[in-house]
């Protein structure tokens, strides 16, 4: 009876382990079925007008701002979008980095709707607004497909000619 408790007792701890290993392996490194998506935003204010398909001086930098997002698998929910990190310029792009949980915001394979990310062009005032209220802000919508790795940080320029990978 003493080596049948002393088997499970180990058993438990090894279990315990090894769930805490897991873990913390989970929360350094992206899996198989996790991405992340960072947007490098490489256009120019005066062509933004342009790419919408608007008339010339219609972007305002004052009076908007530009989301990109992803379309929720589970839209039914009022709040259906994922907004991706946004940055401006491609000096920033480094295509070593490592994931960072303080940095990142990971996806996984089921929480996103298809590859087609949604650019917006809405006015500042709604762009805290992350929820489908923001539609009635919205001066103009395109959409860009990307093909999304997983496993891997996928960094996404956005200009002109629409999106393309910058490393892979």
Known sequence: ???FFYFVLILIALL???????QNYKEN???KNEAVVNIYFNLPEEEIDSYFGLEKGTFDKT??????????????????YYNLSIYNGT??????EKFSIEKHRRFKKYDINSSTMIVRLVNIRSS????????????AKK??????????????????NGASHYCH
Request: charged share 20%.
């Open 128 to 139: 805290n607004n992350y929820s489908a209220n923001i539609s009635n802000s919205i001066i």
């Open 143 to 160: 959409e860009e497909y990307i093909n999304i790795g997983f496993g891997k940080i996928n960094n996404i320029i956005l200009d002109k």
């Open 91 to 96: 000096d920033l792009i480094n295509c070593d």
């Open 29 to 31: 490194n992206l899996l």
């Open 16 to 22: 315990y382990i090894s769930v805490k290993v897991f």
């Open 63 to 80: 009076k908007h701002t530009i989301l990109c997002s992803f379309q929720k698998q589970n839209n039914y929910l009022l709040d259906y």
């Open 1 to 3: 009876m003493k080596k």
